[in-house]
């Protein structure tokens, strides 16, 4: 009968012949077959003392918690120890990224019969501006895939029909990335100084130049427009009347060049009527 002080996982690692485990990527996980010793995390009672022992390596963490090394032969003896409440073996860790993409089906719509990957298509942000330099928002050539970039926190030159910031071209951020960063941002000097703009626009349509491929955002072939929000105010945040305007922006660039555009808003707010509907 399995070891109910053990997990599952390790358990069925214990059962299966060292092929199984090797084939099955996981079972593996925190098993060194050059010194035949596994790591596994203790949850136990009582003091330190008891829980090393010849061969045996402790490492006691807080709350009740111990990282323990030992030979596999000691695995079930040992999880019969008074004080070791629960024994189980390491999982593996991953980046966040890859699972939360299966989970929303972008790998899907990316490599499915179709292949969408944002081409021909805008994608617009109204944040906290952007990392202009960052490469997974440039092409091959190193110029931008930024068309636009209107940073309302910078005065002198706004977009027509509007009275604040400064409107930046593609042409004048392709010659701020050709001089480099020392003298790119004297010309264009727009910034994201949170960088909470540049992760949301590299979710949304990073092309993974910086990561060889591997962190692809979800229309990492399109073009992009940017929208930083004007000068912080109370509490530190803009306010919708920058909000509003961003996005009326956006709106008429994209009818300007005759393209779809999608538009990410991360910013917001919980005002209005919190009563539940009848």
């Given amino acids: 009968m399995a070891d109910q002080k053990i997990d599952n996982l390790l358990n069925l690692a214990m059962d299966a012949t060292p092929q199984e485990r090797r084939k099955s ?7 060194d077959p050059a010194t035949r010793l596994w790591d596994v995390i203790i949850k136990y009672s009582g003091p330190e003392s008891g829980l090393a022992g010849n061969g045996i390596q402790v490492v006691p963490l807080l709350g009740g918690y111990a990282v323990v090394t030992l030979p596999e032969s000691e695995i079930d003896k040992y999880s019969h120890r ?15 990224l890859f699972q939360a993409k299966g989970a929303s089906c972008i790998r899907t719509v990316q490599t499915g019969r179709d292949g969408l990957t944002g081409k021909g298509i805008l994608i617009g942000i109204v944040d906290s501006g952007v990392d202009y330099y960052h490469t997974d928002f440039r092409n091959a050539d190193g110029s931008s895939r930024i068309l636009r970039l209107w940073d309302q926190s910078i005065p002198g030159k706004p977009p027509q029909g509007y009275v604040t910031g400064t409107e930046y ?5 392709d010659e701020a ?18 960088g909470h703009g540049t992760s949301v626009l590299g979710i949304a349509a990073g092309n993974g130049r910086a990561s060889d491929g591997v962190n692809q955002g979800v229309a990492y072939e399109s ?3 940017v929208v930083k929000m004007g000068i912080p105010r109370e509490n530190s945040f ?3 009347t920058e909000l509003i305007q961003g996005i009326d922006y956006l709106v008429r660039q994209s009818l300007s060049l005759g ?20």
Avoid at 82 to 96: D, G, I, N, S
Avoid at 259 to 278: C, D, L, Q, V
């Fill in 177 to 194: 990335l050709a001089l480099g960063e020392n003298q790119g941002r004297r010309l264009v000097p727009s910034g994201d100084y949170s």
């Fill in 223 to 225: 073009d992009l427009i």
């Fill in 82 to 96: 008074a004080q070791v409440e629960f024994m189980e073996k390491p999982k593996r860790l991953y980046f966040e």
């Fill in 169 to 173: 071209t593609k042409e004048e951020i």
């Fill in 259 to 278: 393209r779809p555009i999608a538009i990410n808003i991360s910013f917001g707010n919980n005002y209005g009527s919190h009563e539940p509907y009848n």
């Fill in 238 to 240: 803009p306010r919708t």
């Fill in 25 to 31: 990527g996981n079972l593996n996980v925190g098993y």
